[in-house]
């Protein structure tokens, strides 16, 4: 009895390490295996079931804690399953799970989006007089955040941002605020302002690219409120050298404003500049 299992286990661990190095065919035609497959399966009738999950929260390394659900394990890059709940196959790109359709942000070449770790700016406005101070913005590669520069994007100190290259860029600007109290009688206005320094100009300083407001609906005496969002997007040929900045500030837009005032939340994660090259 002995000698015969002595005799099956050696048959055994030969079997399967000559298997460790073989292609596996499962289903039709298990004779003829792809060249370059580990592992086949061919079948007119059956297909492969994946592990599948009925929502999200049953999804590995669910963490509702995180800022976008998920704790980050590059290492389980590539798993997938599927979800009953947006019924498609879900992937994992080390970072988040997203649908089998949709790119893992860093792969978007032509794309950089900039957060911001700056303290928060307020500006007041008294008697219709503002200042408009640049709102910095850093390369963070903060993926919780979906800080990326794919586009090798450059910021100095002063928060200017150099394009690497000639193209149409599509710039989304989505600053945080909150109204920072003070009199105002009608409506005060946040504006930012979107504005380009061309490196082939002859003289001339900073231009307006685009400028939008946002209507803080004010009446008499405002001692702080809720919080909004500005945002816009808009389209610009731009060439190697431009740089471009974001200014924030506010005015009246109606009526008296004396002291009031909006603080920009500039470390708020509704607070990034989206910078896409179309070409």
Same mark, same amino acid.
């Given at each position: 009895m002995t000698k015969k299992t002595i005799t099956l286990s050696i048959f055994m661990v030969a079997t399967i390490g000559s298997m460790a190095f073989a292609q596996v065919k499962i289903g039709n035609r298990p004779e003829t295996v792809h060249p370059r497959a580990m592992l086949q399966v061919e079948n007119n009738t059956k297909g492969i079931m994946l592990p599948n999950v009925e929502k999200h929260t049953q999804l590995p390394h669910y963490n509702p804690s995180q800022p976008d659900l998920y704790e980050n394990k590059p290492e389980d890059n590539g798993l997938i399953?599927?979800? &009953? %709940?947006?019924?498609?196959?879900?992937?994992?790109?080390?970072?988040?799970?997203?649908a089998a359709t949709e790119k893992s942000i860093k792969n978007y070449k032509n794309l950089s989006i900039l957060g911001s770790g700056s303290a928060d700016v307020t *500006?007041?406005?008294?008697?219709?007089?503002? #200042?408009?101070?640049?709102?910095?913005?850093?390369?963070?590669?903060?993926? %919780?955040r979906n800080n990326v520069n794919n586009l090798g994007l450059a910021v100095n100190t002063d928060g200017e =941002?150099? =394009?690497?290259?000639?193209?149409?860029?599509?710039i989304n600007p989505s600053v945080k605020s909150s109204?920072?109290?003070? +009199? @105002? *009688?009608?409506? !005060? !206005?946040?504006?930012?302002?979107?504005?380009?320094?061309? *490196?082939? !100009? @002859? #003289?001339?300083?900073?231009q307006k690219i685009h400028e939008n407001s946002f209507l803080l609906y004010g009446l008499?005496?405002?001692?702080?409120?809720?919080?909004?969002?500005?945002?816009? @997007?808009?389209? &610009?040929? +731009? &060439?190697?050298?431009?740089?471009?900045?974001?200014?924030? #500030?506010?005015?009246?837009?109606? #009526?008296?404003?004396?002291g009031a005032g909006v603080t920009f939340k500039m470390s708020d994660k509704d607070t990034f500049l989206y910078i896409e090259k179309l070409n």
């Open positions: 399953f599927y979800s &009953k %709940e947006i019924k498609d196959v879900v992937k994992y790109d080390g970072y988040r799970w997203i *500006v007041a406005n008294v008697l219709g007089i503002t #200042g408009r101070p640049t709102l910095q913005f850093q390369i963070l590669n903060d993926f %919780e =941002i150099t =394009i690497p290259s000639d193209g149409f860029y599509r109204n920072a109290g003070g +009199l @105002s *009688v009608g409506n !005060a !206005a946040t504006i930012i302002s979107l504005q380009a320094l061309y *490196v082939n !100009a @002859s #003289g001339d300083g900073w008499l005496v405002t001692a702080g409120s809720s919080n909004s969002i500005n945002s816009f @997007s808009t389209t &610009k040929f +731009l &060439k190697a050298g431009d740089k471009i900045r974001l200014r924030g #500030g506010i005015q009246a837009d109606t #009526g008296l404003n004396v």
